[in-house]
């Protein structure tokens, strides 16, 4: 079995402009695509609507920092138990979506339960897609992440 890449391991990150906008984006470096996708063939987007936003979309500075604890939770989630990897974490347009790969047998709504439990107060949503071919991630790094 290939190793899961650990949420403390490098990350890559970004920032660019997109339709007149910020957007803030990370992934973890080192990810092996082909060796992960045969094992974790579900997408999972949780997204995060921020309670207090700048004009443009970004999070308030303060309100960023208190999400601190939130973040890496999130971004933890799967650590350990080998059932999902963080893939990418993209901040724009007042919402922060975390983009994980899953086994077929994680539940969305467990998921989605155990954060609002632990993070009460925060505006999560899930969603949830078959891509065993991890074709939006492919996609996503081609676009923003190889740009010139």
């Known amino acids: 079995m290939p190793p899961v890449v650990e949420a403390n391991q490098p990350w ?5 402009t997109y339709e007149g906008f910020p957007l803030y984006l990370r992934r973890p470096t080192n990810l092996d695509f082909d060796a992960l996708a045969p094992r974790f063939p579900v997408l999972l987007v949780l997204t995060h609507v921020f309670s207090f936003r700048r004009f443009d ?3 308030e500075p303060t309100y960023n ?4 604890e939130f973040d890496l939770a999130v971004v933890r989630y799967f650590e350990g138990i080998g059932t999902g990897q ?9 919402k922060r979506n975390y ?3 899953a086994t077929a047998t994680v539940s969305p709504e467990a998921m989605l339960s155990d954060l609002r439990g632990r993070f009460p107060g925060h505006n999560l949503e899930i969603e949830i897609r078959s891509d065993p071919t991890w074709n939006f991630i492919r996609d996503y790094t081609n676009t923003h992440f190889n740009e010139a």
């Open 65 to 68: 920092d208190q999400l601190e």
């Open 57 to 59: 979309g970004a999070p």
């Open 86 to 94: 963080v893939v990418l974490v993209e901040t724009f347009g007042g």
């Open 99 to 101: 983009y994980f790969y």
């Open 12 to 16: 890559e990150l970004l920032q660019r």
